[in-house]
């Protein structure tokens, strides 16, 4: 996926073509992006003066692109207190996974019965891309090219409603998928993944398609489980980490 593709998809789910200020969107998508990608963390401060450097603006914009990201849950904004990434709790992701695994079911059984074979072939083809990118280890790449995947397959099956739910959980998530994926031996776990739920597609099996989407969500919540508790203040680390549980 490039980094055009990796516009596209903040830009549809920030609205950022709704914005009139493209300085506005610009660092919208910057902090967006950073926080996804994992290289602004949970609970770090977002300094609106060094933004302001970094784009050469005032700070308005800035402070207009974070209340953006704060409605979507990316970033928390409290009076007396800077900026920070927004940090959810334990219970806060199970949630999240739990409504995920549901709407993925859904999804993987709806497009069995909606999904051409020309557009399955198109799917196959995108998971053999994925593939040469997870044995690359390239998890940025893998990442957007998943999100990517995802986003065809709910085009696809065209029920306005799904997508719009899936959507309001998006931003949401993007940063917890992006944080699984960096556990070790993520990445081969997840191509897996999805070449057997491509299969089952292909063979029109729907009960299967849910349950593989369905146990995928569930192992990449463990993952970000693990990382989570491993990265916790106080927690020992381990000489070696553990690989993700399957």
Not at 43 to 65: C, H, I, K, W, Y
Not at 84 to 113: C, G, H, T
Not at 134 to 163: C, P
Request: glycine share 4%; net charge neutral.
């Amino acid at each position: 996926m490039t980094d055009q593709d990796t516009h596209l998809v903040l830009e549809r789910l920030l609205r950022l073509r709704d914005r009139r200020e493209p300085l506005v969107a610009q660092i919208a998508e910057w902090v967006g992006a950073g926080i996804i990608e994992g290289r602004l963390q949970p609970g770090q401060d977002l300094n609106s003066v060094d933004l302001s450097r970094e784009f050469e603006t005032s700070r308005t914009p800035v402070r207009e692109a974070l209340m953006l990201l704060e409605q979507e849950g990316l970033v928390e904004m409290k009076a007396r207190r800077r900026p920070r990434v927004a940090a959810p709790s334990l219970q806060d992701i199970r949630d999240i996974y739990q409504v995920r695994r549901q709407l993925l079911s859904m999804l993987a059984a709806l497009l069995v019965k909606d999904a051409t074979d020309d557009e399955m072939t198109e799917l196959r083809t995108q998971v053999v891309r994925m593939r040469k990118l997870a044995d690359d280890g390239d998890v940025d790449a893998y990442f957007w090219s998943h999100v990517h995947l995802q986003e065809r397959m709910t085009e696809i099956v065209g029920n306005a409603t799904l997508k719009q739910i899936l959507d309001s959980l998006a931003l949401r998530t993007l940063m917890l998928r992006h944080l699984s994926l960096t556990r070790p031996g993520r990445l081969a776990y997840s191509i897996d993944d999805q070449e057997r739920l491509i299969q089952a597609c292909e063979e029109r099996d729907a009960d299967l398609a849910s349950a593989l989407i369905a146990g995928a969500t569930v192992r990449a919540l463990r993952a970000v489980e693990e990382q989570l508790e491993r990265d916790a203040p106080g927690t020992a680390k381990p000489a070696r980490r553990r690989r993700a549980a399957s």
